[in-house]
């Protein structure tokens, strides 16, 4: 078997293509979405690789995936945002991980965030499953891109940054995934860090952050929707109902999975 393609999907809002590719530390093919005011198109030659550039004036993180997707060509694909600083050698790390995983259909890596930040952190290579896809950004998720084609997966354009909802894309991805029979792993590998800035979606637990977390668990959990917004609720209540408390959240949260439903 030859060497592992390695290709790297970015999504990026309004940058400079020269600029960014340094400063990431791309070292290998990749795909550049740059949602900025104009189309265009170019290719950056990088040590180990060539960058595709690609120009849109349409907004939406969704929307840049699935463009990413549709113009790459390596066997294994890793999604990444325009904020994530790679490790030198992440390319033998990714490839490593899969030549020892020879079933996998993706493989979820570790990326240092800060320590605000609620996500997960890998501690062991395991099988993700419905018991805990959740919390997984997208810049951690690597796959295999012949098995997302076969299983027709793609990014929702409701959720994520410059969408109607403000996030969750990730895992409604994640469960699109392993609805298609995909093999998950969590992979122990650290391959980047996260740079501290300003998120483009959360600015604070008020009504719309609850009403856009309802329709999402909505399309995660289906009927399960209502006991585990309140379960996600009483679990969080410290930290994301200072200003509006539990009772009125679940009722703001239970509106947003009516919304979704229709009703």
Same mark, same amino acid.
Request: charged share 25%; aromatic share 10%.
């Given at each position: 078997?030859?060497? =592992? ?7 990026? *809002? ?42 849109m004036p349409e907004r939406?993180?969704? $929307?840049? #995936?699935?463009?990413?997707? &549709?113009?790459?060509?390596?066997? *294994?694909?890793?999604?990444?945002? @325009?904020?994530? =600083? ?5 390319? @033998? ?14 493989? &979820?890596?570790?990326?240092? *965030? ?9 501690? @062991? ?16 998720i690597s796959a295999r891109?012949?098995?997302? #084609?076969?299983?027709? *997966? ?6 994520? /940054? ?9 895992? &409604? ?19 980047? #860090?996260e740079q501290e800035r ?5 600015? /604070? ?7 856009? #977390? ?13 006991? $585990? ?8 209540? +410290?930290?994301?109902?200072?200003? =509006?408390?539990?009772? +009125?959240?679940?009722? =703001? ?11």
């Amino acid at each position: 078997m030859g060497k =592992i393609k390695l290709e790297v999907l970015i999504s990026a *809002v309004d940058k400079n293509a020269a600029e960014l590719i340094p400063q990431m530390h791309i070292a290998t093919d990749a795909v550049l979405v740059n949602q900025c005011g104009r189309y265009g198109y170019e290719t950056i030659a990088v040590q180990g690789g060539r960058v595709k550039c690609f120009s849109m004036p349409e907004r939406g993180v969704g $929307l840049s #995936r699935n463009t990413a997707l &549709l113009h790459a060509s390596g066997d *294994v694909t890793l999604f990444s945002d @325009e904020d994530i =600083i790679l490790t030198s050698d992440y390319g @033998e790390k990714i490839r490593r991980a899969y030549e020892s995983l020879p079933d996998a259909d993706l493989i &979820l890596f570790n990326v240092e *965030v800060g320590a605000s930040r609620r996500t997960y952190w890998n501690r @062991e290579i395991r099988r993700i499953t419905y018991r805990n896809y959740g919390r997984y950004p997208a810049y951690s998720i690597s796959a295999r891109l012949d098995a997302l #084609r076969r299983a027709n *997966v793609h990014y929702s354009l409701l959720f994520g /940054g410059g969408a109607k909802y403000s996030n969750g894309e990730d895992s &409604l991805f994640l469960r699109d995934c392993l609805k298609a029979g995909l093999r998950i792993y969590a992979h122990t590998a650290c391959i980047g #860090r996260e740079q501290e800035r300003e998120s483009t979606w959360f600015s /604070g637990y008020h009504e719309k952050f609850f009403r856009d #977390r309802g329709v999402l668990y909505h399309y995660l959990y289906g009927k399960l929707a209502l006991p $585990l917004s309140l379960r996600f609720l009483l679990a969080h209540r +410290k930290t994301m109902c200072r200003e =509006i408390p539990v009772g +009125k959240a679940f009722r =703001i949260m239970r509106a947003g999975v009516r919304e979704a439903r229709g009703r």
